[in-house]
C-alpha cells in the first residue's frame, strides 16, 4: 500500500467509527430545533432523530466522496440508511419508502459514484432539500457529494 492509500484507509477507518460511536451515543434533540425545518415525513414521529443519523453521514461520507473515495462514501451512506429503517422504519413509512427504494436500487449494477449519489438523493429528499451537485459560489462545500 502506498502512503496516501493508508491515509485515506485511516480516514475511512476512523470516519465510521466517528459514526458508529455518534449515532450509538447521541441523545436525541441535541441540534437547535430553533433552526430545523419540518423535513422529515409527517408520518414519521423520531424527526430529530433521523436528521442527525443524515447530517452526521453526510458530514463523514462527502469530504471522503470529495477525495475521490466513492465507495467509501456510499457505504457510510448506506450503513446511515439501514441503521435508519432498522430504528425508525416501522415508525416512518413514506421515509421507510424512501430509503429502500433507494437502498434496493443502488444493489443494481451501478458505480461506486451512482451509488453514492441515489444514497445521497434519497437523504435530501427526505431532508427536503435540493440535492447539491457542485460547490456554491464562497460557501461552505461540506455538503457536496
Given amino acids: 500500500m502506498q502512503a496516501p492509500t493508508v ?3 485511516l480516514l475511512l477507518i476512523g470516519a465510521m467509527f466517528l459514526l458508529f460511536q ?4 447521541a441523545s436525541p434533540a441535541v441540534a437547535d430545533r430553533a433552526t430545523k425545518m419540518d423535513t422529515v ?3 414519521c414521529g423520531k424527526k430529530d432523530e433521523v436528521e442527525k443519523i443524515i447530517n452526521e453521514a453526510i458530514s463523514l461520507g462527502a469530504p ?3 477525495e475521490g473515495l466513492h465507495m467509501a462514501c456510499y457505504r457510510i451512506y448506506e450503513w446511515a440508511g439501514y441503521k435508519i429503517l432498522y430504528l425508525y422504519g416501522k415508525d ?4 421507510e419508502k424512501t430509503l429502500r427504494t433507494a437502498i434496493e436500487r443502488s444493489h443494481g449494477d451501478l458505480s461506486d459514484t451512482e ?3 441515489l444514497m445521497r438523493m434519497a437523504f435530501d429528499k427526505i431532508l427536503g432539500v ?4 457542485s460547490a456554491p459560489a464562497k460557501e461552505d462545500n461540506s455538503r457536496k457529494g
Fill in 7 to 9: 491515509f485515506r484507509s
Fill in 22 to 25: 455518534g449515532i450509538a451515543s
Fill in 41 to 43: 415525513p409527517a408520518d
Fill in 64 to 66: 471522503i466522496y470529495n
Fill in 92 to 95: 416512518c413509512p413514506g421515509m
Fill in 115 to 117: 451509488k453514492a449519489w
Fill in 130 to 133: 435540493p440535492t447539491q451537485t
